[in-house]
Structure formats: C-alpha cells, structure tokens
C-alpha cells in the first residue's frame, strides 16, 4: 500500500531557527500517529507543512498530492482540527453546518446532526456563546461527517477538562476511525492517546529522534526496578536514564537482552511518556 | 464554482451587522427626521398660516405639499422630486463607504487575527474563490442591499408626501404622483451599481491586499500609505515637475484608494461626482449621459485594471502569509 503521508528532506527555515532539518518519514494508510515533541521542536510546522498552510522545501507528498499548490484538492480528503479556538466566534451552529455541506462534498449532514443531538448544541447557537468543549464538540461533529482519508489533529484537546478529553478520543476512536483512514495527532497529554496510537514518532529540534510503530516500541524499551546492590550490573548494560523511588533505581533501556534484564529485578512496559523524556535526555539517540 | 452561493452567504452572515442592519438603520433614521421634519412645518403652517417658510427642504419644501400649488409651478415639482428622491440615497452612501472600508480592511487580515483562517482553510475552497466572494461582497451584494433600502426609503418617502398632501386637500395624483419618476431614477441608480463598482475597483483592490498583506495593524497599511504618497508629492513638489496641478495625485490616485465613488475624472469638464450622482445647481442628479461618460472615461478602466492586479496580489498572499500577530 502507498503511503499516506511521505516525506523527504523536508526542510522549513524561519528568520533565524530552523523548524524542520531535512526530516524523512513515511506514514502508512490506516494507522494512528503520535506526534510528540517539545514546544518548538517542529511538530506544528510539520502538520502545517502537511495541510498546505506553509511553505517548505524538501520533498511532500500528501495522499499523492503536493501539499503547497493542491491544498483545494488536498482538503477534500484532509480534515484538520488545530487548538481548539479556531472556529469563527461570529458563526451559529446551524450557519457551520450549513457552510461546510455547501463546500465539502463528502459531508453528510444526517451524520452530523446525529452527532449534535447527543450535545446540548442548538442550532441556533453561536460560537462565541459556547464553552471551549462545546466548540470542540461542533468542531468534532462536523469533521467526523467528513468522510476524509486523513484526519489531522494538532492538540485538540488543549485547554479542555478531563471530561471532554476522553470523550474525545473515545467518539473518534469508536465512530469515525477505520482502516481506510489514516490519523495524526500531535499533543502534550500523551499518556491520554497512547493506548490508541499504532506508531509515534518523537521530534527534536527539527529532527525525527524516533519513529516506530507501538509494537515495536513495546519490544525495544524496557524498564527495570532495581535494588542497590545490583546498580553497578545495571549500569553497565547502558540504561537511557535512572531515576529512583524509594532507595532503588529505575532503569530504562533500549534494545537491551530481556534475559540480562530479568537477572537484575522485576521488569515493566515504560510509558510513552518515560520513553519520551529519555529519549530527548539523550539528545534524540534513542 | 457551485459552492459560491455558500461562500456569499458566509460573508452575509458574518457582515449582517454591516451589509443589512447599516442601511436598514441609516434609512430609519432618516424616516425619523423627515417625520419630524413634517411636524415641524405642520406647526410652522398652524401659526404663521399660509406664507409660512418651515425651512424644511427634500428637495422642496414640505410646505408644498400642504398648501395650494399653482399649476404654473408643476414642473419645479418634477425637478424637486428627481433632486429631493436622489438626495434622499446621500446617507446610505455614505454608510455604504464606511461600510465597504472597513469590511475590504478587516476581510482577509481578521481571520489571521482570530485564527479562524485555520478553520477555513481545513476546507476544500481555493484562496482565489475566497478573495473573490469578499470581492463580489463588496461590490455587488453590498450596493444592491442599498439600492433595496433606498427603494423603500424613496417608496415610503413618497407615501407620506402623498398623504400629506391628501390631509391638506390636495391632490396625491397631482402633487405627487404625477410629477414624481421614481422607476426612471431606480433604472438609473441600478444600472450604476457596476459602474460605480469599477470605477471602485482599484480601491477595493488596494484595501484587500493591504489585508492580506499586513502581518499586523492592517488599518494603518491600508490608510497610511496612500496618504503618505499625495504628502509626499506635494513635499517634493514631482505633480509640478510632471507639469500637472498639484491637486492631481490626490484627484487621481490618493482619493482612489478609498471606495468613495468620488468621480473627479471630469473636474476639468464640469462638476463633481459622487458615485454616480453629480452635484447640479440645485442638489444631486444621476443622469444616462453621466454613467456614459464614466464608462468612456480611460481612467476607470486603467483603475480597474489596477484593482484586478492588486485582487491577484490579495490572493497570492491569501495563500502564502500565516497568521497575523
């Protein structure tokens, strides 16, 4: 199968910084993609590289289109939710859903009022009248009436309570993803996606640092809780970072035999989100 | 292009205020004032009798209406009704100005600043459909909103004029309806809405790309500018240099910045227009032979020009600036 999203020496240069420093990556139909990195690190100017919203050099493909010159085109397949405030405060809920069936023509508003009925959205609402959730809850119900290939989300959940994350994620998970459809989130809460995520990819200053899909991840990190007196051992087999808790340390390893490990105390599966400050601890050579 | 519809009706809802309510407003007030204009001389009439001069003008005065009208004076009636309907339209023109300033100033450069340009962009419409449905806002949608509101102000105007002169005795066919042409001026005054928006053109040109082209503070790109330039020449004295009046610059390239409609491109030949309407002896015609020579005038098709080169500049930068500071 082709890929989704395809990227060589993808480069973006501002004034002064360099966004993006001849970045790689494929992402492949069907999956869900973690895009984790620091503030600044790139994330942003890489999905806005995706959707058409920046100017690049370096080499883009989005679901085989050139990202700069087809962005019309492109968007009939690409849906895209950025921080929430982006929804024009002037608009009522009924003049969103009446805007977008005019312009996209894989909207189907059935759908999307089937949505809107499990909200307290009316349709008479205005934007500038709603919660930072119940803008999200429109801008979600319109975009999952889309039928895109691809979904792009860049923090969708910022700002919002915990309530409305996970239902979030849920809804997007259980009534819009499918195998045909290819997902990209980027976010701060990583430990709210990673339990839906296929593949992650971890960006440094503009540099891919790790890219693998979950299962790999699950097979390459290792987190060991070791006593004391077994640290010199440990310490010898090249751990990513150490960290204690409660008079013993904490190993992460990359790569590491799993037999060797289980010599030196009781293993764990790491949290996207350890491996994720090891990963940038170690300057992006996991 | 089958999404156009849609693309209009998204700038009418967002410029309700500005499209709809604006004229609406502008034409309640002036209903108010001629209203009150009516008393006035009703009281006037009650204590000083016949002679009395209310000094209340639409073009005649109201008095007029309420007293014996020789036959000999019915053709000043005609010609007070022509100058008196069109003088009516003068405020929303003027509301119309304010209203297509600030709408070309704010239409591409509010949404980078509210960052809603992120959500319209997630949708499959092109840059240029976008500038372009801000254009044929501005240009057609908006005049043709006031040309409404001035049919039913002139309507209504000569509704009260005739009951007027029916509560005086006199007669509403004679007085009113006889003399008065109001589907010969509606003629006039639609078939100036284009002309008046090409001859705006290059200032609806200039307005948007300085909105598209501001990273900040959109309202002093599009103003300062052009002012900047007409200071500038009178400083260095180039209109003299050039062998022209010094006025020209302003004439011909500061004030067609702005969509004030002001048609100096005759000033040498006789007097001033004002989109469309030119200032006679006795207040504001519009006449056939005026839009004739404003459609014959170079200027307006070398300004239109500009316009559409500056619209595709808009455009260009529609696609290639990101979000405003």
Not at chain 2, 205 to 219: D, Y
Request: net charge neutral; glycine share 8%.
């Amino acid at each position: 199968m082709s890929a989704a999203i395809s990227a060589r020496g993808l480069t973006k240069r501002y004034k002064n910084t360099v966004a993006l420093d001849s970045v790689d990556f494929e992402i492949l139909p069907g999956r869900i993609v973690g895009l984790i990195g620091p503030n600044g690190a790139g994330k942003t100017t890489a999905l806005k590289a995706i959707l058409g919203l920046t100017d690049f050099d370096g080499q883009l493909s989005v679901l085989g289109r050139d990202p700069r010159s087809q962005r019309e085109s492109l968007m009939q397949d690409v849906c895209f939710i950025a921080d929430v405030a982006v929804l024009p405060r002037w608009i009522r809920v009924r003049e969103a859903i009446e805007y977008v069936q005019g312009v996209h023509p894989k909207f189907s508003r059935e759908r999307c009022e089937a949505f809107l009925a499990r909200t307290k959205l009316k349709p008479h609402m205005k934007v500038r009248e709603l919660s930072k959730g119940m803008v999200v809850q429109l801008h979600l119900a319109l975009v999952m009436s889309i039928d895109a290939r691809l979904l792009v989300l860049d923090e969708p959940t910022l700002g919002l309570d915990i309530i409305y994350r996970k239902e979030f994620y849920q809804t997007l998970l259980n009534d819009y993803f499918d195998h045909e459809k290819t997902i990209v989130v980027t976010t701060h809460q990583v430990e709210e996606i990673e339990h839906i995520l296929t593949d992650l990819i971890f960006i440094q200053d503009g540099r891919i640092a790790l890219n693998a899909t979950m299962d790999e991840v699950g097979e390459r990190f290792s987190e060991v809780m070791v006593s004391p007196d077994k640290r010199e051992q440990a310490l010898a087999l090249k751990p990513l970072t150490e960290r204690q808790v409660f008079g013993k340390s904490i190993f992460l390893f990359d790569r590491a035999a799993q037999g060797d490990l289980a010599q030196l105390g009781e293993l764990h599966k790491p949290s996207v989100a350890d491996i994720f400050v090891a990963t940038m601890k170690n300057g992006g050579q996991a | 292009m089958n999404h156009f519809p849609t693309l209009l009706k998204r700038e009418y809802w967002e410029h309700r205020g500005g499209l709809f309510w604006a004229p609406v407003w502008t034409a309640v007030v002036l209903m108010v004032m001629l209203l009150f204009g009516i008393v006035v001389a009703e009281i006037a009439l009650r204590q000083h009798g016949v002679e009395a001069r209310s000094h209340v003008h639409v073009g005649m005065e109201l008095n007029a209406f309420m007293t014996h009208f020789p036959d000999d004076k019915l053709d000043e009636l005609k010609r007070g009704f022509d100058v008196g309907l069109m003088g009516l339209t003068m405020p929303l023109r003027i509301t119309l100005f304010f209203v297509m300033l600030f709408y070309c100033i704010g239409s591409l450069y509010d949404e980078r600043k509210d960052r809603s340009v992120l959500f319209w962009k997630s949708l499959p419409v092109s840059d240029a459909h976008t500038v372009l449905s801000k254009v044929a806002t501005v240009l057609l949608l908006a005049p043709l909103i006031t040309f409404a509101a001035s049919v039913v102000l002139q309507t209504s105007f000569l509704l009260i004029v005739a009951t007027l002169t029916w509560f005086h005795g006199g007669s509403p066919m004679r007085m009113v309806f006889g003399p008065a042409e109001p589907l010969a001026l509606w003629a006039r005054m639609l078939a100036d809405v284009p002309v008046n928006s090409l001859w705006i053109l290059p200032a609806v040109g200039w307005l948007m790309f300085a909105s598209s082209f501001a990273r900040g503070k959109a309202f002093l790109w599009a103003v300062v500018p052009p002012i900047m330039l007409g200071v500038l020449s009178a400083m260095s004295d180039l209109m003299s240099t050039l062998s022209l009046p010094d006025a020209w610059i302003w004439v011909h390239v500061v004030m067609r910045a702005f969509p004030i409609g002001l048609r100096f491109a005759n000033i040498e030949r006789g007097p001033v227009n004002i989109g469309g309407m030119r200032l006679g002896d006795d207040g504001p015609e519009l006449t056939w032979s005026d839009l004739g020579d404003t459609l014959m005038d170079p200027e307006l098709w070398i300004g239109a020009l500009i316009g559409v080169g500056l619209i595709v500049a808009a455009i260009y930068y529609r696609r290639k600036r990101e979000l405003a500071d």
